[in-house]
C-alpha cells in the first residue's frame, strides 16, 4: 500500500470545518406562509450578508433567510478559506476579465476588507482569523518570470509585496518544490470558514432576521400582490428576492448557461505534532497557492492541520453530489500531490476529505442575473476568494435589486454576464479533456499546451 492509501485509511469524507462541536442548532423549517419586503433565498455566506447589511441600511425592512439545508453545509462550509482584498478572483484575474476598471475595482476590495472586519468586531464573531497574508509559491523551471509579473502587477497597485528567491521562500514554508515565492503581507489571511457563517447566522439572530433551514425554494411565481415563492411547506410572499444560491442554481436552464459545476476536492491532515511542524518552518502562517498548471492551495489551521486542495474534477451534468468523492479514489492524486510538496512528513494521515461544486464562469467570479423584471436577482458565480468577496456581491447584489444608483452598479462587471458555456455531452468532453491536459501537462507537454491555450482564448484561466 503506497502513500496516499495509507494516510487515507482512516479518513472521513466530510468538510474538517463541519466537524465540529461549535455547530449551532438548526432553524425551524418555514411550516407557514409569511410576508416580507426582501426574501433571501441561501443561507451561505452571500444570503447571511445580504440579510445582514439589509436590515442594517434600513431597520425596517422585513427581512427573510430560507436555506434548502442546514447554514454552512454548501460551499461556504467547503473553502480553503484564504481571504484577501480581492472581489474579482485575484488581481491578475481582475486585469484580465476587467482592465479598464481594476482601480476603482481595487478600491472596492479594500473598502470591502474594512467592512468585514468592522462585521466581525461589532458581532464578536470569532472565526479563527490570522493576519499571515499571502504567499504564491513557484514550482517548475518557469517559475520564476510567472513570479516576477505577479510582484510587478502587485507593487504597480500599492500592495505590500516582497519578492523572494528559493532559500527566502523555504525559510517561510519548507517544500523541495517551491523555488520562489511572493508574500503579500497585508489584508489577508486565513480564517475557519464555518465558525464565520455561524457568527453570521447569529449576528442575523441579533438582527430580528427569520432563517428557515431545511426549506428549500421550490417554484417562483409573480402575482399582483407581488412574488409568491414557494417551499415544501409554505409559501412566503415578497416584494424583492435575492438568489444567493452560487452553484447550487446552476441546475436552472438559463444559469447554466453561463454557470458549470466543476468540482474542488480537499484534505486536512491530523495535527502536526511541534517536530512535524518544525520540519516545514510556516511560522507566518501564511496561505499558500503554487504555481502549478494544477494549482494546489494550502494553510494551517488554528489546531495546526494542513489544508491542502486543488485537484478539479467533473461529472457529466455537473452532478452535484457524486458517490464516488465520497471514496479515497478521487483524493490518490491530491495526496500524492500533498507527498511531493512535503517529503518530510512521510508518516502523516489525513483526517478528512472533501469535494463540492464550485460554481465556474469563464469570468471566475460574481455577476448577476435579472428574474421577474428585476425583482428577482441571482448573484453567483464565485470559483474561489468568494469568503470574503461574497459580502462585496451581496452587497452588489442588494443595490441592483433596489434599483438603488451607486457608482458600483453601473460598472462593467455589474451590467453584464459571463460567456456562454456549450451543454451536454460537448461540456463533460470538454472538461474531461482539459482536466486531464491540466493533470499531465507540467510533466509531459506535448499537445496538452495548445490545448489550454485554446480552452484560455474562449475565457478560462487555467494557467
Not at 139 to 145: L, R, S
Request: aromatic content about 10%; overall charge neutral; glycine content about 10%.
Amino acid at each position: 500500500m503506497g502513500f496516499a492509501e495509507t494516510a487515507l485509511s482512516n479518513t472521513k469524507f466530510m468538510p474538517f470545518w463541519l466537524d465540529s462541536d461549535d455547530a449551532p442548532a438548526c432553524e425551524p423549517e418555514l411550516t407557514s406562509n409569511i410576508t416580507v419586503d426582501l426574501l433571501i433565498v441561501g443561507g451561505g455566506f452571500t444570503g447571511l450578508w445580504a440579510a445582514i447589511q439589509a436590515k442594517e441600511a434600513a431597520p425596517s425592512r422585513t427581512v427573510a433567510i430560507i436555506e434548502g439545508g442546514k447554514v454552512a453545509h454548501g460551499a461556504s462550509g467547503r473553502p480553503g478559506a484564504i481571504v484577501s482584498t480581492s472581489v474579482m478572483h485575484g488581481l491578475s484575474n481582475a486585469i484580465r476579465v476587467f482592465p479598464d476598471d481594476l482601480d476603482e475595482l481595487e478600491r472596492l476590495g479594500h473598502e470591502n476588507m474594512a467592512g468585514f472586519m468592522d462585521t466581525l468586531e461589532r458581532y464578536s464573531i470569532d472565526c479563527d482569523f490570522e493576519f499571515g497574508g499571502e504567499l504564491t509559491v513557484g514550482v517548475g523551471a518557469d517559475c520564476q518570470d510567472i513570479l516576477r509579473e505577479e510582484y510587478t502587477l502587485n507593487k504597480e497597485h500599492g500592495h505590500d509585496v516582497t519578492l523572494l528567491d528559493g532559500t527566502e521562500t523555504k525559510e517561510q514554508i519548507n517544500s523541495p518544490l517551491f523555488e520562489g515565492a511572493v508574500w503579500s503581507k497585508k489584508y489577508s489571511g486565513t480564517l475557519h470558514p464555518a465558525k464565520l457563517a455561524w457568527g453570521l447566522k447569529a449576528a442575523a439572530k441579533v438582527l430580528d432576521i427569520p432563517l428557515y433551514e431545511n426549506t428549500p425554494l421550490t417554484k417562483i411565481t409573480k402575482t399582483a400582490g407581488g412574488l409568491v415563492v414557494t417551499t415544501p411547506r409554505a409559501k412566503i410572499t415578497a416584494r424583492k428576492t435575492l438568489l444567493a444560491t452560487n452553484a447550487f442554481a446552476a441546475g436552472h436552464r438559463r444559469i447554466k448557461k453561463r454557470v458549470v459545476l466543476v468540482r474542488d476536492r480537499i484534505l486536512a491532515t491530523n495535527p502536526l505534532s511541534s517536530e512535524q511542524l518544525r520540519s516545514i518552518g510556516w511560522q507566518n502562517r501564511q496561505g499558500v497557492y503554487d504555481t502549478r498548471t494544477q494549482m494546489n492551495y494550502m494553510r494551517l489551521t488554528k489546531d495546526n492541520r494542513i489544508i491542502f486542495g486543488g485537484r478539479l474534477g467533473y461529472f457529466y451534468n455537473g452532478n452535484p453530489d457524486p458517490v464516488e468523492d465520497k471514496t479515497q479514489k478521487p483524493f490518490v492524486r491530491l495526496a500524492e500531490a500533498f507527498a511531493r510538496t512535503f517529503p518530510q512528513l512521510d508518516g502523516v494521515s489525513f483526517s478528512h476529505a472533501w469535494s463540492g461544486p464550485i460554481g465556474l464562469t469563464n469570468r471566475m467570479a460574481v455577476h448577476f442575473q435579472h428574474y421577474f423584471g428585476g425583482d428577482v436577482i441571482y448573484a453567483g458565480g464565485y470559483s474561489g476568494f468568494g469568503v470574503s468577496a461574497s459580502r462585496f456581491g451581496a452587497r452588489v447584489g442588494l443595490a441592483i435589486l433596489d434599483q438603488e444608483k451607486i457608482p458600483e452598479t453601473q460598472m462593467a462587471f455589474a451590467v453584464s454576464e459571463p460567456g456562454y458555456i456549450p451543454p451536454e455531452p460537448f461540456r463533460w468532453l470538454g472538461a474531461k479533456i482539459t482536466l486531464y491536459a491540466m493533470d499531465t501537462l507540467d510533466e509531459k507537454g506535448g499537445w496538452r499546451r495548445p490545448w489550454i491555450r485554446f480552452v484560455e482564448k474562449l475565457g478560462f484561466p487555467l494557467t
